[in-house]
């Protein structure tokens, strides 16, 4: 498995797993209806920003992103979304692209890494920040509308980076 | 002092204190080199968005922005941004434009109203909010690079509407 830099040209197999995560409703508060165009331009922004992939066989098997969490004031905090195919889960993609993504923001600089929207019931996700030195800062009660469980909290996580 | 809907005309009067506010840096993270025209786009935007502003003898004292804090499966919560003139604090502005922005997220049925981002030497900003009900969720430390304090925490913090 490969960490590189996400191309325009990795979009096409990016988008039917970030699309199918969206519509599950369970880790993400993407908007609902969400085109393949509007979600490329949310998740492949240019510098400060950074997408990667997980590549296998020349196949994406999942994809993150990162950059500062705020602009101005606040941009010595990161942060970072991911997006692993379901079908490729529980092969260590997850973790692979979080480990790559702390150093990144380690070599960037960053005082810290901030997630902003942990859905609480999305232990495994909950799990390996926690295992990679992540706290949970709080926890904003009822703040995501899970399809399977309704309303669920939201963690704030934040791990410093000495 | 009356509040309401912001309008395109209203923004020659909101910059110049708005300005002033970002440049201090000591309350808000957005882009240093932020111009009338960005600002403009970020603080009057279409609905689900909404902006008004407080007005007494046809000058505008403040303005606040509210809305949903994120799309989607987290669009029952609320969020909401203020800026007072810093010339004429210390009138009530700030906690009339609060009243109106919890009342205005009551009426159109968010289930509580997060702000993301309360920089914790503000205190009379902090006071506020919690003087209306508003509780500490957490604060990530160091996370705003304050002017005068460096390094300082954000608060989040949330608003349940029963």
Same mark, same amino acid.
């Given at each position: 498995?490969?960490?590189?830099?996400?191309?325009?040209?990795?979009?096409?197999?990016?988008?039917?797993?970030?699309?199918?995560?969206?519509?599950?409703?369970?880790?993400?508060?993407?908007?609902?209806?969400?085109?393949?165009?509007?979600?490329?331009?949310?998740?492949?922004?240019?510098?400060?920003?950074?997408?990667?992939?997980?590549?296998?066989?020349?196949?994406?098997?999942?994809?993150?992103?990162?950059? *500062?969490? @705020?602009? $101005?004031? &606040?941009?010595?905090?990161?942060? !970072?979304?991911? %997006?692993? +195919? *379901?079908? @490729?889960? $529980?092969? &260590?993609?997850?973790?692979?692209? !979080?480990?790559? %993504?702390? +150093?990144?923001? @380690?070599?960037?600089?960053?005082?810290?890494?901030?997630?902003?929207?942990?859905?609480?019931?999305?232990?495994?996700?909950?799990?390996?920040?926690?295992?990679?030195?992540?706290?949970?800062?709080?926890?904003?009660?009822?703040?995501?509308?899970?399809?399977?469980?309704?309303?669920?909290?939201?963690?704030?996580?934040?791990?410093?980076?000495?």
């Amino acid at each position: 498995m490969e960490i590189r830099t996400a191309t325009l040209a990795d979009w096409a197999q990016i988008w039917p797993f970030f699309d199918a995560i969206v519509r599950a409703r369970e880790t993400y508060a993407y908007p609902a209806d969400l085109t393949s165009d509007q979600a490329r331009g949310l998740w492949l922004q240019p510098p400060p920003d950074h997408a990667v992939v997980a590549v296998a066989d020349g196949e994406v098997l999942g994809s993150a992103k990162m950059g *500062p969490n @705020r602009p $101005g004031a &606040g941009s010595h905090i990161g942060t !970072a979304s991911f %997006m692993v +195919d *379901p079908s @490729r889960s $529980g092969r &260590g993609v997850g973790r692979r692209l !979080a480990e790559y %993504m702390i +150093d990144w923001h @380690r070599r960037n600089g960053f005082h810290g890494i901030q997630f902003n929207a942990v859905v609480e019931t999305n232990t495994a996700a909950v799990h390996l920040w926690q295992q990679l030195g992540f706290t949970i800062i709080g926890t904003v009660p009822e703040a995501y509308d899970h399809r399977e469980h309704g309303l669920v909290g939201l963690h704030v996580m934040y791990l410093p980076l000495g």
